[in-house]
């Protein structure tokens, strides 16, 4: 279809839609099971069965496989079989570990999907690009990114770069109008707007006309390079260095086990598959797998706590941010402005009411007044209105914005002096607009009036718009702007700000009929001033506390806002930012700094008020010279470059553009900064529950090895036959890894300093605590094998299986010294039910080969006496009884 050669109401008609009301929730069900979701298809998943079958692609396993055969041949099928079906099982737990770390990727690649705002059952509402319709109408606006290829149905200001598609980078100005031509080329399409493209100017409505591959972005897919994201994060790449390491090691260990096996005149056999168990032991293989899930898992955890999490390694970074950067309005604050007082001309009005509610009083001096006796008041409430963009609606008992909250805080003020939004566009017409930007700070309107006037109206930054007004309304009528009028109106700003309020202007001036104007500097000068609005955004009552948290973990936060100094000031000191000792710095002398002169202050420097998004990336470089790891959070077009370069970029997820959120690595879901806080919270919480699986799974690899290297080397009989060496691997592997990476946080973990990014895996005592464990693992599985086989010298299956015993209990018990890194008394050994739920597990299939009588053949085990099993108890709690006991006895003498 030619949409572009069709008027608004054809393509309408067309689609079966309906520009005010949108598609019904059932409608875009229908099509979205018609055509398909709307996503470009870029690659093929691999199939169940090709990941089962990769499992068996490993070196060790193949050696396995090869053993199998060589028991065939040698006729011990016992062996054979056993072998191969612990090999099946764990190709089965590392395919349900893949496939599931697979699925958790995904399930991120659509979470970091962009929202689009869409028109459903007659209300504005955002959903995942990908569940966009044929016959949908969306709207959009400066930073979005246009989610499908539309029809524009209505236009202000609106420009849109389409290099993606074009090639070139200069934005395209665009209209309603259909266009004559049948087939122009994609960048003459001026009433169209497709996948993939930005909006760097203005605002838009459009109805979607195709999605997925038939978008002109799907129709050229083929031909573009689009690059996946590499999901992987630092600590993966270490832990692949050290699985190489380990393969080398369990290669050597293999090698040497076999040889000193032959020099002593053992079966070969025999050494052959135990060098080759203990090397499968060795390698801890889901360990990948397992840190994917782990990660994948922390994410869904912090989606619950309304923070999403864009690129994995942020996961990571978390951990070790040492200062937040915050804006203050909505992330700090309630962002629910309410105009609470007016200024015209040195006289003061009162406004009470709160939230968007409509309704409220005004009052001069303390007592009420007819705000309808109030020409020059109702004017700029008016102009208030006109200038505006936001909507606020009724939703059952609650009224709620649509739009900006400064702009709807003024659109409220007007609808308590009885002004309707609607009626208002009726009777002016709005002919032109020029656009809120950062640099110029304000935005304006050309409006005709009743009367047919026109009449630039415009709104902005106090100072900002009286330094572009040549006149100033005092005493009910315009008089020429003079030195002591403008320090009356600085001496009303700084008052307004002194109360903690948010300052809006407003200003206007009438034109000569017919004239045109070709720019926002032509409009936006020779200005009357009218007046001012201010008004509250309280602060989150959340933030207060969250910031003393941060304050506990060595983390600085650094406020950064637009508004006044003063206002600043008053917000940050309430919150506990700034202190008698801290330094402000606007905007104006942040402008005139080089990132050097910054960064000799910038550690003291408590708010950044006044300042342009563009001034955050220099924060970022002065903060990140200092050696800090820097959060730095964003929302509008001019902030990605900032959220790029932090080590965390954070978008807001309410108010934030798609160039915002494709920018960062994690976006706030409800603009808060407590989730902030709590998302660094889970960061380390993950990193560390990570330490604690890779400290269980190495120190339970090093006991089993060195159990048989002693053996070996002592020209002692084998305390563990090759496949008591696979089923603990088996068993005491997975699933309590698992438990321990959903463990909770410990008590202190926000009381301590940030991680040093650069630390290696066995930092802070990890690696002796693997070595150390591990050897008394092996040493006390040694000790039961070598007392239990000086009772029973003639029952070597009897003294292995109770070495076998005593080895999986050493490993389930010291699974509960690694959930901390004090002691195994400091934390309820209950408090990880999942934790709990996997050793008893592990206790299960450990207990069934030992006593079920139709394994005990095929396992070379025997049924252990109770008297023994007291032994191997105590024993087997050695590893982790006398460390812990040692561990704290220090801390008491630490803390004492």
Known sequence: MNYHTMNVSEVEKSLNTNLFEGLTEQEAKKRLEQYGYNELEIYKKQSDLWLFFRQFKDFLVIILLVAVLISLFLGEYADAITILTIVIINAFLGFFQERKAERALEALQKLSAPQVNVLRNGEWMKIPSRELVPGDVIRFSSGDRIGADVRIMESISLEIEESPLTGESVPVEKTTDPLDEEEPGIGDMRNMAFMGTLVTRGSGKGIVVGTGMETEMGKISGLMQKAAQSFETLLQRRLKQLGKILIVVAALLTILIVVIGVIQDRDLYTMLLTGVSLAVAAIPEGLPAIVTIVLSLGVTQMIKKNAIVRKLPAVETLGTATVICSDKTGTMTQNKMTVTHLWIGGKTWTVDGSDYSPKGAFYHDGSPVDIQKEPVLLQMLMYGMLCNHAEVRKKGDEYVLDGSPTEGAMLVAAMKAGFDRHQLLVDYTVLQEFPFDSARKMMSMIVKDPDGKQLVIAKGAPDVLANVSSHIIWDGKAQPL?????????????????????????????????????????????????????????????????????????????????????????????????????????????????????????????????????????????????????????????????????????????????????????????????????????????????????????????????????????????????????????????????????????????????????????????????????????????????????????????????????????????????????????????????????????????????????????????????LDWLFILLMASIPTILPGAIDAIILKRKYN
């Open 482 to 866: 003079t030195f002591e009028m403008k320090k009356s109106l600085r001496s009303a700003i700084d008052d307004l700000n002194s109360r903690a309020l948010r300052t809006m202007a407003i200003a206007y001036k009438e034109l000569p009929p017919d004239v045109s104007i070709s720019g926002a500097e032509e409009a936006e000068s020779g200005l009357t001033f009218m007046g001012l609005e201010g008004m509250i955004d309280p602060p989150r009552p959340e933030v207060k506390e969250a910031v003393e948290e941060c304050k506990k973990a060595g983390i600085k936060t650094i406020m950064i806002t637009g508004d006044h100094l003063i206002t600043a000031k008053a917000i940050a000191a309430e919150l506990g930012i700034y202190q008698e000792d801290s330094m402000i710095i606007d905007g104006r002398t942040l402008a005139k700094m080089s990132v050097e002169e910054l960064e000799k202050v910038v550690e003291d420097v408590a708010v950044f008020a006044r300042v342009s998004p563009e001034h955050k990336l220099k924060i970022v470089n002065a903060l990140q010279r200092k050696g800090h790891i820097v959060a730095m959070t964003g929302d509008g077009v001019n902030d990605a470059p900032a959220i790029k370069a932090a080590d965390i970029g954070i978008s807001m997820g309410i108010t934030g553009t798609d160039v915002a959120k494709e920018s960062s690595s994690l976006i706030l879901l409800d603009d808060n900064f407590a989730t902030i806080k709590a998302a660094i919270q889970e960061g380390r919480n993950i990193y560390e529950n990570i330490r604690k699986f890779i400290r269980y799974l190495l120190a339970s690899n090093v006991g089993e090895m060195l159990v048989m290297i002693f053996a070996i080397i002592c020209a002692l009989p084998l305390p563990l036959i090759p496949i008591h060496i696979l089923w603990v691997n088996l068993i005491t592997d997975g699933l309590p890894a698992m438990a321990l990476g959903v463990d909770q946080p410990e008590e202190d973990l926000m009381k301590s300093k940030p991680r040093d990014p650069k630390e290696g895996i066995f930092a802070r005592g990890l690696g002796w605590k693997v070595i150390s464990r591990g050897l008394l693992i092996g040493i006390v599985t040694l000790a039961v094998f070598l007392v239990t086989l000086e009772n029973h010298p003639d029952d070597l299956v009897y003294a292995q299986t109770a070495a076998f015993a005593s080895l999986v209990m050493a490993q389930l018990i010291h699974v509960f010294d690694c959930r901390s890194n004090k002691s195994v008394f400091s934390r309820n050994p209950f408090g990880n039910r999942y934790l709990v739920w996997a050793v008893s597990s592990s206790l299960v299939l450990m207990l069934i080969v030992i006593y079920i009588p139709a394994l005990q053949p095929i396992f070379s085990t025997a049924p252990i006496r109770l």
